[in-house]
């Protein structure tokens, strides 16, 4: 299996060197920094960024959009949390920019490990709820990218009929999906849906 260096981006700087620069605030996006800090991995030959999710952050698509159009080769790392935008419409998202980023991004699935941090997006689920939805979203998102025709589904989480999408990924047979997670729950769910398993708390 090989080996991938992956780093971090972030949209401003943020480090324990310049703590007081890592809080929220109007100037929580710096493109500037963006762009170089995706230029820098990218000419230190990083294979993909990650690009984190918490419920408080910029929303990773956009970031990934806006680092991809500054480099050529870099792959981008997206980190998603199942549940908060329709499987179907996160299909359709992410296979739009997996186009326009000519086939450099990825998906890290989060299913969610903090109860504050869900709960401040709405969501009550438990922990192993949260799994199995993460399950049901992620077969409704893998048929999305992949079916030539509609499809109808229903689970304990999601309902939908005729399901389809004119716009497919550009990677066959689709974008890669990683997948973070430790628990019994989490290793299931990802051993089933996910290219990479990373074994996270």
Same mark, same amino acid.
């Given at each position: 299996m090989p080996i991938e260096?992956?780093?971090?981006i972030r949209t401003k700087?943020?480090?324990e060197l310049n703590s007081a620069s890592g809080g929220l605030g109007d100037d929580i996006i710096d493109t500037a920094y963006v762009r170089e800090f995706a230029k820098a991995h990218e000419e230190g030959g990083f294979d993909k960024v990650l690009i984190g999710y918490s419920s408080s952050s910029p929303d990773g698509l956009t970031v990934a959009s806006f680092a991809a159009s500054a480099? &050529?080769?870099l792959g981008f790392l997206i980190a998603h949390r199942p549940g908060f935008v329709a499987p179907t419409l996160?299909?359709?998202k992410t296979a739009t920019l997996d186009h326009f980023t000519n086939g450099r991004i990825a998906i890290h699935i989060i299913t969610g490990g903090s109860d504050t941090d869900q709960q401040r997006d709405g969501d009550w689920l438990d922990h192993d709820s949260r799994y199995?939805?993460?399950d049901e979203y992620l077969e409704i998102v893998r048929r999305v990218w992949t079916?030539?025709?509609p499809f109808?589904? &229903?689970g304990e989480f999601y309902r939908i009929k005729a399901a389809f999408s004119a716009i497919k990924p550009l990677q066959k047979p689709h974008i890669p999906l990683y997948f973070g997670g430790a628990s019994g729950p989490a290793v299931q769910v990802g051993a089933k849906h996910s290219n990479s398993l990373c074994?996270?708390?």
């Open positions: 260096f992956i780093g971090l700087p943020t480090s480099t &050529e080769r996160a299909a359709r199995r939805r993460t079916s030539d025709t109808d589904y &229903e074994l996270v708390g």
